[in-house]
């Protein structure tokens, strides 16, 4: 009997994926040593050895589905710029949405055991390590979000060829507003981690008050003009991070909750996607790219 503990050593010992790990230890009858050399010989062993790369370029792959009541916003990551642009790349990124879309995993384990594509009994994770052999880098699914749609429409925007994806959940106003949307939150620096203030969870604003505090009180004002000060700051820190409190970027004039209410439009839910977010820094800005484009300049 093949056990979770023994796919787990194997995994380690190897770097493969689990699938692979349990498929090798069943041919090979529990054998944890013949397992490892049937993998070796079969080319598992190739795509191991890059386990431990970092997988920071990519793409943002955004489909929608059942007449744009569902969508899926997924990151595919690779090691070079070069490869997120290959066609084999691309394609590989699409089936795997598509299988997202059409089988509903629950999370990324269960995405990576189930087939590619229907009629297939090849896994997505086969087809990953298969891609990975034939690029020749570390290629990894990383995230994704499955929506079904709650409003009127949902809005996309995907910038850079795939490099930076936003979707929208919008209840009322036009596809083009809900588009406009995504765009700012694309490109507005910084960019909106929630919709609204009371979105904001205590603790980052009692972390932000007494980080203000400690700054205020160095200015030696009177505990009055102190709490007036760090209102101030918090006010504006409420506007700089919540969707509704930012200047639209296409128009620095609106407010987007006034751009939204002209429009009798409101914004259920929002997802932003950025390629290699967390994984490294890089030295371009696809948000201001974004904003730089929104503005026309």
Known sequence: MITAAMVKELRERTGAGMMDCKKALEEAGGNMDAAIEAMRKSGVAKVAKKAGRIAAEGTIQI????HNKEAVVLEVNSETDFVARDENFRNFSAQVAAAILNQHPADLPALMALPIAAGKKETVEEALQQLVLKIGEKISV???????????????????????????????????????????????????????ADQIPAAVLEAEKEIFSAQARE???????????????????????????????????????????ASSARVLRFYRFEVGEGLEKRSDNFAEEVMAQARGG
Do not use: N, W
Not at 63 to 66: A, N, R, V
């Open 219 to 261: 200015s030696g004002k009177p505990p009055g003009i102190i709490e007036k000060m760090v209102a101030g700051r918090i006010a504006k820190f409420k506007q700089e991070i919540t969707l509704l409190g930012q200047l639209f970027v296409k128009d620095q004039e609106i407010s987007v909750e006034k751009l939204l209410a």
């Open 63 to 66: 489909q929608l589905h059942d």
């Open 142 to 196: 990383r995230r994704f979000v499955l929506h079904r749609r709650q409003g009127d429409r949902l809005g996309v925007y995907v910038h850079g060829g795939g490099r930076l994806g936003v979707l929208v959940d919008m209840q009322g106003g036009t596809d083009e507003l809900a588009r406009d949307v995504a765009m700012h939150i694309a490109g507005h620096l910084p960019p909106p981690v929630c919709i609204s």
